[in-house]
């Protein structure tokens, strides 16, 4: 990623760091990144990365989708959901 301004557009007064983080459907990993912004227009991309999920983290991972998918409570944490959950914190 290259830092990039928006064309003839003044530095913003307050500018905010905002750190993005996603992971997504095919499950590879998670994908970080940094911008600064006035949250209007001004927007400057920084430092990026990506971490890979190992196949143990992965597989807990895909177990712990299908036995979310009959959750009643959100805060539950059966099954493998709570190995999960401790393995991203």
Avoid: H
């Avoid at 928006?6 to 913003?12: A, I, K, T």
């Avoid at 983290?57 to 409570?73: C, G, N, P, S, T």
């Amino acid at each position: 990623m290259q830092d990039q301004e928006l064309p003839n557009q003044e530095l913003p007064d307050k500018v905010y760091r905002a750190i993005g983080l996603m992971s997504g459907t095919s499950m590879d990993g998670i994908d970080l990144a940094l911008i600064k912004t006035d949250g209007l227009g001004f927007v400057e991309t920084g430092s990026w990365a990506s971490c890979s999920y190992t196949p143990a983290q992965r597989a807990i991972l895909r177990q712990a989708i299908e036995e979310a998918v009959e959750l009643k409570d959100r805060n539950a944490r059966p099954g493998v959901l709570a190995a999960a959950e401790a393995m991203i914190t």
